[in-house]
């Protein structure tokens, strides 16, 4: 695709190689049913778009983020929000509630993040750019032999980073995208923390060159904000970071839409791999509580 031109009556520019565009020619407050459908096209093919100059109103971001499907609060964080699908996070100096390590949001749910829709309120004037990587193009890249064992391989996530390591999730390491059928990989540093069908001295090295290889410059795109601009991703094939090296007030909006259950790109080819007891054991102490209590609600 050239790196501008029009689609669907927008105006569309490419920003990088891998993933990502700029969206002109829509008022989002304004859009409908229609706008949406030209809107989801362009998501599937770029992964990751922005609309500069949006400033929505809390209301017109609600009902844009539900032309692309239900609304969920975050199941993590309380804003003592009228509107609990709709939250608003402050950070100031580069503290606070700052997303800076590579992740796919909400990994550690069974049902994790469909897609997210940012407003961004208020930047600094320098720093705090989102970085992005297209996890597709990540896992393409891999050599067939690698691509085939991780295929049969899936990954346990936990929300320790929000305080709650006892919530769970098992999801494959290579997903299927539910709408373009295509393969990616579905790890990251934030959530993951081991490979369900490895030992723990076997997961670690596995995950380490995966986090690494996904976040590399050339799947990516680095995106400076302007206040105004709205983002939306698709959370089943990216990952993002943001950089936590600005000064000033850095303040987003942002509604998620829930509700996505990860396919697997294979059938299940192993069993968990868990130690016999030993002092070792600890390693796989959480993963025994995940498949002991997912046993008890399958006899449920």
Known sequence: MAASGERSGFEVTRLSGSLGAEVRGIRLGQAGPDEAEGIRSLLLEHQVL?????YLTPDEHIAFGRLFGELESHPNLDFESERPEFFEL????????????????????????????????KCPAVGGDTMWAN???????LTPPMQEFLEGLSALHDAHPHDHPEQTAIHPVVRIHPETGRKSL???EHFTRRIVELSHEESEPVLRFLTRWATQP?????YRWSEGTVAMWDNRCTQHCVLNDFEGERVI????????EPESAVPARWEPYLKPFSAASRHDRQLKVHLRERDRRGRG
């Open 218 to 222: 050339r799947f990516g795109l680095r």
């Open 186 to 188: 579905f790890v990251n």
């Open 90 to 121: 402050h950070a100031t100096g580069g503290k606070g509630a700052i997303a800076d390590e590579w992740h796919s949001d909400l990994s550690c749910q069974d049902r994790p993040s469909v897609l997210a829709i940012l407003h961004m309120v």
């Open 253 to 260: 909006q942002r509604v998620t839409v829930m509700g996505d």
């Open 50 to 54: 922005f609309f500069p100059e949006q």
């Open 135 to 141: 996890m597709t193009k990540a896992y393409e890249e």
